[in-house]
C-alpha cells in the first residue's frame, strides 16, 4: 500500500529538458542570498543593540556610583 503510494506520487516531476531547471536554481540562489543579506543585517543590529546596551548599563552604573552615601 505504502509503496504504491511512493510510487504514485503525481507532484513529482522530473523533465526530460534539465534547462527547466535554470528558473527553480536561480530563484533558490536569489532566495538564499537574500537569507544570507538578511542575516548578516540582524547581526548587525544586534551589535548595535549590545552596544547600546553596554553603554546604558555604564552610565547607570556610574551613576549609582556618585549617588550612594558614603560607608560608615
Avoid: C, N
Avoid at 511512493?6 to 534539465?18: A, G, N
Amino acid at each position: 500500500m505504502i509503496m504504491e503510494m511512493v510510487l504514485l506520487m503525481p507532484f513529482l516531476y522530473f523533465p526530460e529538458d534539465k534547462t527547466l531547471y535554470i528558473p527553480a536554481f536561480l530563484t533558490l540562489f536569489l532566495f538564499m542570498a537574500l537569507g544570507y543579506v538578511f542575516f548578516l543585517w540582524i547581526r548587525k543590529k544586534s551589535r548595535q543593540e549590545e552596544e547600546r546596551t553596554r553603554e546604558l548599563e555604564q552610565r547607570i552604573l556610574s551613576e549609582r556610583e556618585t549617588k550612594q552615601p558614603p560607608h560608615m
